[in-house]
């Protein structure tokens, strides 16, 4: 299974992850009553503005991470939604066939998107709709080079691919009118969230594995080789329909 998230950290960092995360919902073409898939659903803050989306219809919740679904039915309810604690690299815990799939900042954890897309087109009817953006090519490029001065590998387990290759693959696992592209939204932050937000956003899988005693100094060490206070982000969007 994935990593297990702090999602109180989580929900209280100034995270940008949100505000991208609404824009990709608007993409979806929704008459308000679908069955939809939020495909790595985090804290429920962008799932929370599907389901206004959804008045008649019904979301199903899935993330990988404990943590993150006990918040996000904390903030949203069951009213609407069902949930599920899912590995998005293995089949889907979907019974019917739904809607539309929508993911925001989820699937750049998976290291083998054949596989992922297979797992999201068994489960999408055909003509449904698959609206998603992730971590893509050149991804928190400076976050990556520090790691490594340290000696570790940051992209273990993780696929920061490009608009061509996703194009291919999406279109050998079942889908059509598939349009991908990428967009640079680096993300200055204070000081003072930078340690936090590298130790539970973008190194909490590396720090997870330390012990205790090393996790500050690591951060610190990683914070301080970065040129600015910046997360270099860039986003895979991904837009494509069940053939």
């Known amino acids: 299974m994935p990593r297990d998230w702090d999602a109180e950290t989580y929900d209280r960092l100034p995270i940008p992850m949100t505000r991208w995360g609404e824009a990709v919902v608007e993409r979806l073409e929704l008459t308000g009553d679908e069955t939809v898939i939020d495909a790595g659903c985090g804290t429920g803050q962008v799932t929370e503005h599907l389901v206004a989306r959804l008045p008649r219809g019904r979301v199903i919740a899935l993330d990988g991470s404990p943590s993150m679904i006990a918040r996000a039915r904390g903030r949203l309810g069951g009213r609407q939604l069902e949930y599920h604690v899912a590995d998005l690299a293995d089949p889907l815990p979907v019974a019917v ?51 490594r001065d340290l000696g570790v590998d940051a992209e273990v387990g993780k696929r920061y691919a490009g608009p061509e290759e996703t194009t291919a ?8 009118s598939v349009r ?21 956003i973008c190194l909490g899988g590396i720090v997870g594995s330390m012990p205790d005693d090393r ?14 206070p910046v997360i270099d982000y860039v986003r895979l969007n991904i837009s494509a329909r069940r053939a």
């Open 97 to 147: 066939s739904v809607d539309a799939i929508l993911s925001t900042a989820t699937f750049h954890w998976i290291a083998d998107h054949r596989r992922l897309f297979e797992n999201l087109a068994t489960v999408l009817a055909p003509g449904g709709q698959l609206e998603a953006q992730c971590g893509g090519a050149g991804n928190i490029a400076s976050v990556i080079r520090a790691v």
């Open 169 to 176: 693959l999406l279109e050998a696992t079942g889908f059509t």
């Open 180 to 200: 991908c592209w990428l967009e640079r939204q680096p993300t200055p932050l204070s000081p003072d969230d930078l340690e936090p937000y590298l130790r539970a």
């Open 215 to 228: 996790r500050d100094a690591f951060v610190r060490d990683v914070a301080a080789r970065m040129p600015e």
